[in-house]
């Protein structure tokens, strides 16, 4: 333990001793994991994640359109969004990030910079709610993101053989549809080996742009 | 079931250029031997930093930095993303950004750039994550 740096300090949360990263860690890569709210991304960064998961915040200030008023001042609103993430050491050279993000539009001013070098995404649905994932999985493909597809698995919602899914949310043949119980890490995990699978099939096709 | 969606395409040109200049020559970019370090400043002077940059002190915090400086410099005393650093100081990220700007410039951090998705394939890179999602 380390108790120096915070001498005559005040203490600032930071990164438990067992949380921080080698001075060997060189590069990140990261992951994004989208679905509508109570979906289950917080949970699935949660239960893979080697820190316990964190949030960052962005504000986004418009001004206000078509309003004019007379003191010069512009009318602005400011929306703020937060992402829950979470992280995995590969090598001791490279990290994995798990950002878990909102599909609603609001957050979309975010997604330039959030899947700008992202490996890919895992768009998390649920069945009872299949239409919320539908703009976020449209978005997705065109940016030209690769995705797959996690069911988690809610005891109440119904269930659909995958090919009938995949034929309510069109998605093409080779994009895997897989059912996840984000609460479960063994799951949660083999959900992003499908993702890597995919990717890697499709570096392999030359596919991947 | 739900009513049906309908597949939508890429649109054009939407790939913003990568965060390295020569990011996109280096086929086998995923040795991590080989990545670069963002040192110089862009447009605006503002660094280009990504959520998952990582950020490295190279010193302490000198007497006359700020409070946010020194909370900064005492955070990435081991690597730490922007995206941890913006989180645990509790500031937004573009907020966090111009900090870490202003500390690049000041040569008391050094950031090690994000590895982008590659224009081309880059299969080591898959690989290698691979393996470590296998041993989790």
Not at chain 1, 42 to 60: A, F, K, Q
Not at chain 1, 71 to 87: I, P
Not at chain 1, 137 to 157: C, Q
Request: net charge negative; hydrophobic share 40%.
């Amino acid at each position: 333990m380390d108790f120096n740096a915070s001498d005559a300090v005040p203490a600032i949360p930071g990164p438990r001793t067992e949380e921080r990263l080698p001075q060997t860690a060189q590069a990140a890569v990261k992951i994004v994991i989208v679905g509508g709210f109570g979906v289950g991304k917080t949970t699935m960064v949660g239960s893979v994640s080697e820190i316990r998961p964190l949030t960052t915040e962005e504000t986004m200030t418009q001004a206000g359109i078509g309003i004019d008023d007379n003191y010069g001042s512009e009318t602005k609103t400011a929306t703020t969004v937060a992402m829950d993430f979470g992280r995995i050491s590969i090598t001791e050279k490279l990290v994995l990030y798990l950002f878990g993000t909102p599909g609603q539009e609001r957050f979309w001013f975010l997604w330039n910079r959030l899947f700008e070098g992202a490996l890919g995404a895992v768009v998390l649905v649920d069945t009872r709610r299949l239409d919320v994932s539908f703009d976020v999985m449209g978005r997705l493909e065109e940016r030209g993101v690769p995705f797959i597809v996690a069911v988690n698995s809610f005891p109440d919602a119904p269930r659909h053989p995958v090919e009938e899914l995949r034929g309510a949310l069109d998605l093409a043949p080779e994009i895997p549809i897989v059912e996840c119980d984000v609460r479960r890490r063994a799951s949660s995990r083999d959900t992003l080996l499908t993702l890597m699978h995919f990717l890697h099939s499709l570096a392999r096709s030359g596919a991947l742009t | 079931m739900t009513p049906r969606r309908k597949r939508r395409l890429p649109q054009e040109a939407p790939s913003p250029p990568p965060l390295a200049p020569d990011a996109g020559e280096e086929a086998e970019a995923g040795s991590p031997e080989r990545l670069y370090a963002v040192t110089g400043l862009h447009d605006g002077g503002r660094a280009q930093l990504d959520l998952v940059t990582l950020i490295v002190a190279r010193s302490a915090p000198p007497p006359s930095g700020t409070p946010e400086q020194a909370a900064v410099l005492r955070l990435c005393s081991a690597p730490l993303s922007v995206a941890e650093l913006s989180a645990y100081l509790d500031l937004p990220f573009s907020a966090m950004t111009a900090l870490i700007t202003e500390l690049i410039g000041a040569d008391l951090v050094q950031a090690r750039a994000p590895i982008v998705r590659q224009a081309l394939p880059d299969r080591t890179l898959l690989e290698a994550v691979m393996h470590g999602l296998q041993r989790l």
